[in-house]
């Protein structure tokens, strides 16, 4: 045994690390190193899962295993569907099935070109216009029209009154005679 080896056999060789595995030499702490705490504590990141899981149809959806208490929306690849598989505590599962539509959204070069090609209200008569003998046609027709409304209001309101003394009840509304507005 060799003088001064530290109880090691003299066979024993030092381990070869490798330079990027080397250990690194532990750094001591000095008094005037100490960071302070922050004053307000920050909150650590929640995880989020932003996968989303596509499935095969109804049965790729019902195939797919859920841990119980947990629900997991799996996207169907066949269709525009999106099923929400979830899972009670005791491992039961229940799926709810979404469809969903896609929508585009008009640009505002599209949106903006459209107003700009649009005709100006007042510019053109675009054919609204009746010429008077339409137009005092229409209104006696719509005369001859208020005065049977008037008529047939007439009517019943007599008729009710009848109606009403027979059943042997007070008469409340009186009878109105029909009007003619010039």
Do not use: C
């Amino acid at each position: 045994m060799a003088l001064y080896n530290n109880n090691f056999p003299a066979t024993y060789q030092p381990v070869y690390y490798p330079p990027q595995y080397q250990p690194q030499p532990i750094q001591q702490v000095m008094p005037q190193q100490v960071q302070q705490p922050s004053p307000t504590p920050v909150p650590a990141p929640q995880p989020t899962n932003t996968s989303i899981i596509w499935v095969q149809g109804e049965t790729g959806a019902k195939s797919h295993l859920v841990a119980p208490n947990t629900t997991v929306p799996l996207w169907d690849s066949e269709s525009q569907r999106i099923f929400l598989k979830s899972a009670d505590a005791a491992g039961m599962p229940s799926m709810k099935i979404l469809t969903y539509t896609i929508e585009e959204v008009p640009s505002i070069a599209a949106s903006a070109q459209r107003a700009v090609n649009a005709p100006v209200k007042g510019a053109e008569p675009e054919g609204r216009f009746i010429a008077k003998e339409e137009q005092e046609a229409l209104k006696r027709q719509l005369e001859a029209l208020k005065k049977d409304l008037d008529t047939v209001h007439g009517e019943m309101e007599a008729f009710k009154s009848d109606l009403y003394g027979i059943a042997g009840k007070k008469v409340t509304a009186k009878r109105k005679e029909p009007t003619t507005d010039d």
